[in-house]
């Protein structure tokens, strides 16, 4: 692999390389201008002792595909993926205001970073992706101040073995949930733990409902901390999440790894507390409209037979009434037709009586 420095282009020269942004175990990040859109990108590429593992380029390769099947205000957007020299990297969005870590000490507005974050978590967990690595220097903040979660699972793994700067693992490690730290799958609740530890570090003044809810994302019982992160911005935003509802389908199974880091595929999960009302069984649809075409037969039939009472003179009190035997209405549970047929033979019968 050849070396890379400032000036450098990509993919035949339409990326070149400014200047390096942030630095990992993983990877390293450039900002870089795509010079054929004439805009400003960020590009992450995977450090040279990565790129030689092919279990990991494959998995970097299918978490790029997902962020960027994905579109939400507050994920960084993926704009392509490709391979130079034998080092794959991503084309991403460049967000110039920093990371989160970076900010520290700074006056942020934790309400709306928290409503931010919650829904872009909320929007990742609807599509079966649980981040697994929610920290400071995965969350950027766009010019006004609203965050853009990045690097969402990607290679869990292998970039938690791989760190072996002291500083770099700790940060990993403290917003790891309990239950994970014990061998435990990630979950869309250890998702949130890690986010109520990231937004309880930063200080400040907190809104009420904020306050509230910190401590229930950070609980060290998954049980005790909400259900899902729809939940959690129902108690913060109730009008996003009604927004959120309106917009998005519902909610499908999240797939887990298994052993050799392979995602199973999505199955049915029991409807969140907030999630929008499943459609009626298909056997209650069938009824429902079985039972609205039979009162539609009936007044169709009563129409008819103020149609023929009309057209005979009806109205006449003189003529005795009438009666029609030999002649029942269908069973209930008959087919529509057949119970319309009867019915019309009922009213035509009376009409012949008259």
């Not at 904020?210 to 950070?218: D, I, K, M, T």
């Not at 995602?263 to 056997?283: D, I, M, N, Q």
Request: with cysteine; glycine share 8%; proline share 7%.
């Amino acid at each position: 692999m050849s070396a890379l420095g400032t000036g450098a282009t990509l993919c035949e020269g339409r990326y070149r390389l400014d200047e390096v942004v942030g630095r990992g175990g993983m990877a390293v990040v450039w900002r870089a201008v795509d010079l054929q859109l004439e805009r400003d990108v960020a590009i992450k590429m995977i450090s040279d002792v990565l790129a030689g593992d092919p279990r990991f380029v494959a998995r970097f390769e299918r978490e790029a595909r997902l962020a960027a099947a994905l579109s939400h205000p507050n994920l960084v957007k993926v704009f392509d993926y490709s391979v130079e020299d034998a080092r794959p990297f991503l084309v991403m969005e460049y967000v110039p205001g920093g990371t989160l870590a970076e900010a520290r000490g700074r006056a942020l507005d934790v309400s709306s970073l928290a409503r931010g974050l919650l829904d872009a978590v909320a929007h990742i967990h609807a599509a079966g992706i649980v981040h697994r690595d929610i920290k400071p220097a995965n969350v950027l903040l766009g010019p006004d101040g609203s965050p853009r979660l990045t690097d969402f699972g990607i290679a869990r793994g292998e970039e938690t073995s791989s760190l072996t700067q002291t500083g770099q693992v700790l940060g990993t490690l403290r917003y790891l949930a309990p239950e994970v730290a014990s061998g435990e799958p990630a979950t869309p609740r250890s998702d949130l733990y890690a986010l109520g530890v990231l937004l309880g570090e930063l200080g400040g003044e907190q809104a009420e409902p904020v306050a509230r809810l910190l401590p229930r994302l950070a609980a060290t019982d998954p049980a005790d901390r909400p259900q899902s992160a729809v939940e959690a911005l129902a108690e913060l935003d109730p009008t996003r999440l009604l927004a959120r509802t309106e917009a998005l389908p519902a909610t499908e199974a999240l797939p887990a790894d298994d052993e050799h880091g392979r995602r199973s595929e999505p199955g049915p999960l029991e409807p969140e507390r907030s999630a929008p009302v499943a459609a009626a069984p298909r056997s209650r649809q069938f009824a429902l409209r079985k039972w609205q075409a039979i009162a539609a037969a009936a007044v169709l039939v009563a129409v008819l037979a103020l149609v023929i009472a009309a057209a005979s003179g009806g109205g006449n009190q003189s003529k005795p009434a009438v009666t029609t035997t030999g002649l029942h209405a269908a069973p209930a549970g008959a087919p529509v037709d057949q119970q319309l047929d009867r019915l019309e033979r009922i009213v035509r019968a009376a009409h012949r009586k008259r």
